[in-house]
Nanobody, 126 residues
Framework: QVQLVESGGGLVQAGDSLRLSCAAS????????MGWFRQAPGKERDFVAV???????TYYADSVKGRFAISRDNAKTVYLQMNSLKHEDTAVYYC????????????????????WGQGTQVTVSS
């Protein structure tokens, strides 16, 4: 079983940077495609970023391209570096994992992932 724990959320001002972390307990991320999603109050849980099992490929939602960067550290920890934060980035951010390659499909869909963390709150003041 893969258990995910997010950390790094908090309250920041617009224009600031923040780095979220996702760590695995029980098993490592080796062989897993890892993604980040976010959900604002009253909104759907939306795709933010994904990274392939090897870390060689990444994809981002249009709303965060050029500002966010996903990375992984020896398949042990997954990060989401968030720069130039905007008020509209305010949401609960979730780490997700799936035991399939990035090319399998549905990497930008909630249904495409098998495991989820509890989320970490990111609030960006306007």
């Amino acid at each position: 079983q893969v258990q995910l724990v997010e950390s790094g959320g908090g309250l920041v001002q617009a224009g600031d940077s923040l780095r979220l972390s996702c760590a695995a307990s029980g098993r490592t991320f080796s062989g897993y495609t890892m993604g980040w999603f976010r959900q604002a109050p009253g909104k759907e849980r939306d795709f933010v970023a994904v990274i392939s099992t090897s870390g060689g490929r990444t994809y981002y939602a249009d709303s965060v391209k050029g500002r966010f960067a996903i990375s992984r550290d020896n398949a042990k920890t997954v990060y989401l570096q968030m720069n130039s934060l905007k008020h509209e980035d305010t949401a609960v951010y979730y780490c997700a994992a799936r035991n399939n390659p990035l090319t399998y499909g549905d990497y930008d869909r909630q249904r495409g992932y098998d495991y989820w963390g509890q989320g970490t709150q990111v609030t960006v003041s306007s």
